[in-house]
Structures are given as C-alpha cells and as structure tokens.
C-alpha cells in the first residue's frame, strides 16, 4: 500500500526510501516483529478461555508431553494477522506474485484453522480427514500455481549446474502445486516441539530473502548463472515479513511454550516458503534448505510404509525429532540441534548460487 502511494508521488524526498527492497524488507520484518509482541499477550489469553483445555495432546506420544496439556493451540493466527497485515503495509501490491503467495498463505491458513478447531471442539488429536486436507491444499495450490506460472516459464532449473534446466512443459503446473502443498505438510510434521518447527521456518525464509532478491535482479542473477525472475524481488520482503512474524511468535513459544502454532501456522508458513520457491524457480534449492522439513517428512513416510509392509518400526516413532527424544534426548536439546542442522542446510542451499 505504501509502496503505491509513494509511487503516485513519484518516490519524492524520504518517500524514495520506499522505491528501494532492502528498505521495505528491513521495515516488513520489524512491521511483523512488533505486531506479534504487541497483539501476543492479549490474543494468548483469548486463545486460553476459549479453547479451555487447549490443544490435545497424543496418549502415545513422549510422557513428557503430557505436562503441555491445557496449552492453548491456533497461534498461528497471530502469525498471520501481523505478516498479512505487513505484507499490505510494506508490498507491492500490483506484483501478480504477492497474490500468489498470500493465497497460499491464507488459504492453507484457513485449513489449518480448520484442523485446529476440529481438534479442539472434539478433544482429539485426528482433526479433518487426510483426504479433505489434501484436496482443499491442491485447490489452493492450484489457483496459486496458476497464477505464478503465467508469470514465469515452464523450466525446473538445476543448482549447481549454470542455464540446465528441465522443460516440464504443462506438468509444471502440476510439479508447482505438489511443491506448495509438499511444504506446507512438511513444516506442519516439523511443529512437534516447543520452537521446532518456527526457528527453521525463520532460517529458511532468511535463505530465500537473498535468493528471491538476486533472481529479481538482472544483473545479479546473470553474473551467478541463476533463472532470472522480473518481480521476484519482491517475495524478499514477503520473506523478511514471515522472519518478523516467526520471531515475535518464537518470543512466546520458546520453551515452555505459552502457545502452539498449530497447522493454522504449520501449513500457511510452509505452504508461503513452497509458493516463493516456484515463484523464485529455485524449488530443489528449496528440498536442500528446507532439508530439515524433508528429512521430517521423509521418515513419517518411511515408518508407514515400513510398518505396514513388515509390521515392525524403522524408528522408535516418528516424525523422527519423536524418535530422538526416545533415544533420551532432552527436548531442548533436540529443538537446538535441529536449528543447527537447519542453519547449515540453509548455507548449503545459498552456496548453490555460485557453484554454478
């Protein structure tokens, strides 16, 4: 919004500050930041009468779980309320990709909330079926793909490799979808401990702050050898907006948590890093810094499949941050080795702009 106002005045005296990214992202992150602490206290309380004895938690999962009963759930709306809020401050609003991505953001928000409420009115832990999630996440996914796709080719480029790419011609529509709706579940497997799931979401998008910025960018993504996306610098701020969010919620679910994301936070944040990672035509950079996701995913899939083919467990539970805390891993210290591996995927990942 203001973005375009400055633009009607022609970006004149300290409204050219506007004209610049880097300047709107600084001010998305910290816009974000100071909504989640302020709303924080007040919307944690509301959370906490309404829900009563807050989210449910697993009978089989770790004892210490248990201790969490009565921590209210759907914090992820206070996620979204200060991210949406600075994307429409701080955005260009007439970049056919912001719409791309706060439909994802919203839409799998809406899901998740859905989910959390089913979960809370029921006092169970199954929520809305498997099914029905998946076909609301691909209709999102869908309307998003669409409308970023007509924005870009049909490429799905290759890192370490300069101008190699694979045409998928309109399989990328597809690929663009399962790719949003890959790391919206993704992110929501991860948020099983107190800050898990948030600081990794924070280091990724701080990954694809760099990365949307430089693929928006001619010159710079000429001189790495890197798709060049018209527009796609603006996602950086989008990124800056859910470091800003992602912060100010970590303040209150730091360990002990006051409140949990829930899958209204899960899936809109993983589903708004998958939508800026199409858009940015960085999607296998995406499976390398968000490795730690993959790696959540990867062994929920593996114990299912596993399980119902021999009977028997590959680990002790899953998604594996569970298996973990079985072998005796202290909670905490799960969460910060996590952060640790996230952080040097995310270095991994941004090391791909120059091997090339």
């Not at 701080?206 to 010159?219: C, P, T």
């Not at 995927?345 to 791909?352: D, K, R, V």
């Amino acid at each position: 919004m203001l973005y375009l106002i400055a633009q009607y005045f022609h970006f004149e005296g300290l409204a050219n500050l506007i004209r610049y990214q880097t300047f709107r992202s600084g001010a998305a992150l910290m816009t974000a930041l100071i909504i989640g602490l302020l709303i924080g206290p007040r919307f944690i309380n509301m959370l906490r009468v309404r829900q009563g004895k807050g989210q449910p938690i697993r009978e089989d999962g770790p004892q210490s779980h248990l201790a969490k009963r009565g921590t209210p759930t759907m914090g992820g709306l206070m996620i979204l309320i200060s991210l949406v809020i600075s994307m429409l401050v701080w955005m260009d609003l007439k970049n056919p990709f912001v719409w791309a991505c706060l439909a994802v953001t919203a839409g799998f928000g809406l899901i998740g909330f859905l989910d959390d409420y089913d979960k809370v009115k029921k006092r169970s832990t199954a929520g809305l079926s498997s099914r029905l999630r998946l076909l609301a996440e691909f209709a999102v996914a869908g309307i998003a793909a669409w409308l970023i796709v007509s924005q870009i080719n049909n490429n799905l480029y290759v890192p370490f490799l300069s101008n190699r790419y694979i045409p998928l011609g309109p399989f990328y529509y597809v690929f663009a979808a399962v790719v949003m709706v890959g790391a919206g579940n993704a992110v929501n497997l991860t948020d099983g401990l107190d800050g898990l799931a948030t600081m990794p979401v924070i280091i990724a998008a701080g990954a694809f702050a760099i990365i949307a910025y430089l693929a928006g960018r001619a010159d710079y993504a000429h001189y790495l050898g890197i798709p060049h996306v018209p527009g796609a610098g603006e996602l950086a701020i989008l990124c800056a907006g859910i470091m800003g969010a992602g912060l100010a919620f970590l303040w209150f679910n730091a360990p002990p948590a006051a409140v949990f994301m829930g899958d209204t936070g899960s899936l809109a944040l993983g589903g708004a890093l998958g939508a800026i990672a199409v858009a940015a035509h960085h999607e296998i950079v995406l499976a390398i810094v968000g490795g730690l996701f993959v790696l959540e995913a990867v062994s929920v899939i593996v114990q299912v499949f596993w399980y119902k083919r021999t009977g028997r467990r590959v680990f002790r539970m899953a998604p594996i941050h569970h298996h973990f805390e079985q072998l005796g891993w202290k909670e905490s210290t799960v969460v910060i080795r996590f952060w640790i591996v996230s952080i040097v995927l995310a270095l991994i990942g941004l090391s791909t702009l120059k091997l090339r």
